[in-house]
């Protein structure tokens, strides 16, 4: 079968959904079918390139600033619509694109008996945004998840929340979480005696990383010292912007490596040397249900534990005490025991926690175990 995966997605760049179509391209090969990507990535004036013996081509337009971004968006589909034809896909794997994309794709696979699957990652909720219900991100999310995507679709959804929504709307539909592989998944760590806290991504539209420095700040000066926390991907700066108090960085200051904004390659050096992951969401908003941390992923991924509450469907992997300290909670009072147990613990018990880890990325999100789900959407 020939598959067309299509998106907005910067491929092959390195962001979250990249990297999802990346395992999926990887999976669709090792099941024997023919793989095209589509995404806006670094221009390449629509040539098809190989990535990772993964065919791709960028329907972005080298024009700079927001003129070309523009431009790049209103022409997506007249652009991707010359990419179907010249390959002639047997199916189309898209993601989140806007909903008139969305209509103009059903239209032509229907007119093409072209097999149609939507890939569902996420729904936002409208306390993310500061146009609460009016913020465009979030209606057109509703339009597609609500009316476009139906019984002339099918569905990979990355959580059992997105998929009870759509088996309801009697779609056919199957679950696949976050999954890693073999270059993915390292086993060596680099653990020093000073317990290293690690929390990779963009506080305050969901990560409560507010809630963990707020933790820490009810340990003791002394618990404190026997840990560093290494934030990565927001500047000191944009934590106070994000309602951080400056008081509150000043005085675990000596605890807190904040790096900003770092390439990939550096958050994963960071993992190789941390002994948890921290990641505090809240419970009850439909993001955090619908979604699948990528990050908790990648950090059982390099022998890494995390300390997190159960949001989405991390209860099905995640075993307090073998791969991870699970918080009952979201508030600082929840997750403040469990900082104080994670610090107190022996080195070989917290060498024996990286090795479940480990295992857990290994036997439980390696891409092999999905194989079988994948193939059945791909059914005719």
């Known amino acids: 079968m020939k598959i067309l995966l299509c998106s907005y997605f910067k491929f092959p760049n390195g962001c979250a959904g990249s990297v999802r179509h990346e395992k999926f391209a990887q999976m669709l090969k090792s099941l024997e079918h023919d793989v095209l990507v589509v995404g806006t990535g670094r221009c390449n004036d629509f040539r098809i390139e190989t990535f990772k013996n993964i ?7 080298a024009t700079p600033g927001l003129k ?22 047997d199916c189309i794997i898209m993601d989140d694109l806007r909903p008139l994309v969305t209509i103009k794709i059903k ?16 729904w936002y909720s409208r306390q993310q945004y500061k146009l609460n219900f009016l913020a465009p991100a979030l209606i057109c999310k509703n339009i597609i998840n609500r009316y476009l995507i139906d019984d002339r679709c099918r569905v990979i959804a990355i959580s059992t929340y997105l998929m009870r929504h759509f088996e309801a709307k009697r779609v056919q539909c199957v679950n696949i979480p976050i999954v890693v592989d073999d270059e993915d998944i390292v086993k060596d760590k680099s653990l020093e005696e000073v317990i290293n806290f690690a929390y990779a991504g963009q506080a305050g539209k969901k990560d409560y990383l507010h809630v963990m420095l707020a933790a820490m700040m009810l340990l003791t000066a002394e618990e404190r010292e026997k840990f560093k926390f290494h934030i990565l991907g927001c500047s000191e700066q ?16 000596p605890s807190l490596v904040i790096y900003g904004r770092v390439p990939r390659d550096e958050v994963f050096r960071v993992l190789q040397k941390s002994n948890f992951t921290l ?7 439909r993001y955090a249900k619908a979604g699948f941390p990528t990050k908790v992923v990648e950090s059982l991924a390099r022998s890494t534990p995390v300390i997190a ?11 307090d005490g073998y791969n991870s300290f699970i918080v009952p909670g979201c508030s600082a009072e929840d997750l403040a025991p469990v900082l104080k147990k994670a610090v107190s613990l022996s080195m070989a018990q917290r060498e024996k926690m990286c090795q479940n880890a480990y295992d857990t990325a290994l036997n439980r999100f390696h891409y092999k175990h999905f194989l079988d789900r994948l193939q059945t959407i791909l059914s005719r």
């Open 309 to 319: 509450n159960i949001t989405s469907d991390l209860g099905e992997y995640l075993i």
């Open 107 to 122: 239209r032509f696979a229907k007119s093409k008996d072209i097999l149609l699957i939507h890939d569902s990652v996420e």
């Open 55 to 61: 065919q791709y081509t960028s329907l972005r337009y």
């Open 238 to 253: 944009q934590m106070i912007d994000n309602g951080i108090p400056a008081q509150v960085i000043q005085e675990l200051r």
């Open 279 to 285: 990641l505090i969401r809240s419970e009850e908003l």
């Open 68 to 89: 070309g971004k523009i431009k790049t968006r209103l022409e997506y589909w007249k652009n991707l619509k010359k990419v179907i034809q010249q390959y002639t896909p």
